[in-house]
């Protein structure tokens, strides 16, 4: 929401908000490019805007929501406001249980370096390109394609409105239990995804999707009765991009992809193995709408990755090492883990937080073995969330006793302050310490950093 308003102040609009609280790094991006804001709701501060852009936080009672209906004040979601605002003639929307953040933000910079002048939108904030959100003015548009709900009033996924004509698949793997009960249902939401594309249009997938036996994609794609163009990207033979000679160090990664019997080398200083996948993911995609390969290469080899991406934040008092990752999920706290994993040696603390869909009693399967990576799991005071009558969702000490079951080193500490001493004390030089979350973990890496 940040990115959008940054990007519609740009186009000339006055942009307010609000939102339970303001954090960095969000609240300092926002004040460096001008952008009022204030905490809690407050209706009185509204006024008569043009346009309101309605954030799912927005609970049925929320007295600013309340406001907006009640004064026949125009509103919209915000992914209607971005298909009104950046959805171009070619429409490149990157789509995924994980992965799609980073792909969508280094397709950015690549096309941005390649003249394409494209108007964009992803869920981070980076430094290359600065803005998360902008209009260049060019015919191609590259936007984050997120399967969540697109508001209180629309269940259809926000990459629904999106009108893509390229399609990037990065990884289908069961999440928001919240809003899809069943993995069935989550999977016919990519499903119905794949079928949005025109018959002219290009469909750019991880090979691990189209080999999964369970989703219907595959199927899909080859009942499909026009010529629509299917590229395949990975680690495993057959693919038309392959990706193999990975080399990790706490400096970044080099390796290959090979395509038609072509080698190229890639460099980054993002860590992180499977960061691997996304970048071979957008290289294809680059690749096929014939972005010539010598800039696609230089512009990986200084894209800065994204805030909160296996970011590393500094260092304790003892000289261990401090990561912060959004990974709010099990499958994306054991991706961050195994990368982790391979580059340190030494003991891995690992501090998280689910997000609202995973603590879901539903969702509790998916947490076993899913922190093997890690020597230490603790899990904070996890953030009060709304619920509806007879709705419950797993508290912190239940979290703890559920990954109990496949790791014998789990801790849960009520007092934010006692896990800060906590980690101060224990983590040692050569240790990696990482928050896992999408909540801001209310100061505690700022407190740790040295």
Not at 186 to 204: N, Q
Not at 228 to 250: A, F, L, P, W
Not at 298 to 312: P, T, V
Not at 383 to 396: A, D, L, R, S
């Amino acid at each position: 929401m940040g990115a959008l308003a940054i990007m519609m102040k740009n186009k000339g609009w006055k942009v307010t908000g609000s939102d339970v609280g303001f954090y960095p790094p969000v609240s300092l991006h926002l004040k460096k490019f001008g952008i009022e804001y204030y905490s809690g709701w407050h209706v009185e501060k509204i006024g008569t805007p043009d346009l309101v852009v309605v954030g799912n936080v927005a609970g049925s009672e929320n007295p600013e929501w309340k406001y907006v209906q009640d004064n026949k004040i125009s509103y919209v979601s915000y992914p209607e406001l971005i298909a009104r605002e950046l959805v171009r003639k070619n429409s490149i929307v990157c789509a995924g249980t994980y992965g799609k953040t980073s792909t969508t933000a280094l397709l950015t910079w690549i096309l941005k370096n390649a003249n394409y002048k494209p108007a964009y939108m992803f869920g981070g904030l980076s430094e290359t390109p600065e803005l998360s959100s902008d209009d260049l003015g060019g015919q191609w548009s590259i936007l984050e394609g997120d399967e969540y709900k697109t508001s209180r009033w629309d269940n259809n996924p926000k990459f629904s409105h999106y009108s893509p004509t390229h399609l990037l698949l990065t990884a289908i793997k069961w999440d928001h239990a919240d809003v899809y009960p069943t993995e069935q249902n989550y999977f016919e939401a990519f499903e119905k995804l794949v079928k949005m594309i025109p018959k002219d249009g290009l469909i750019v997938t991880n090979k691990k999707i189209l080999d999964n036996k369970i989703l219907n994609i595959k199927k899909i794609i080859s009942n499909i009765q026009y010529p629509i163009s299917v590229v395949t990207y990975g680690q495993t033979d057959g693919c038309d991009y392959n990706y193999s000679e990975i080399i990790q160090t706490k400096e970044g990664l080099s390796f290959n992809i090979i395509h038609q019997n072509k080698t190229y080398q890639v460099k980054t200083n993002l860590i992180g193995e499977y960061q691997t996948e996304n970048i071979c993911g957008a290289f294809a995609m680059a690749n096929a709408i014939v972005i010539p390969t010598e800039k696609i290469i230089s512009a990986i080899s200084n894209f800065q990755g994204i805030k909160r991406r296996l970011e590393k934040r500094g260092q304790t008092i003892g000289g261990a090492d401090i990561f912060d990752d959004i990974a709010h999920s099990p499958a994306k706290a054991k991706s961050v883990l195994d990368a982790l994993k391979k580059t340190y040696q030494t003991k891995i603390i690992a501090i998280f937080e689910p997000n609202t869909g995973n603590r879901e009693n539903a969702a509790m399967p998916g947490y076993d073995h899913a922190f093997d990576g890690a020597d230490l799991i603790i899990i904070p005071r996890l953030t009060k969330i709304k619920t509806t009558p007879g709705q419950k969702h797993v508290e912190g000490p239940e979290l703890m006793k559920i990954i109990s079951k496949t790791h014998n080193n789990v801790k849960y500490f009520e007092d934010d302050n006692e896990l800060i001493n906590f980690i101060k004390q224990n983590a040692a030089k050569g240790d990696a310490v990482v928050f896992l979350g999408s909540h801001g973990f209310r100061g505690m890496i700022e407190s740790i950093i040295n």
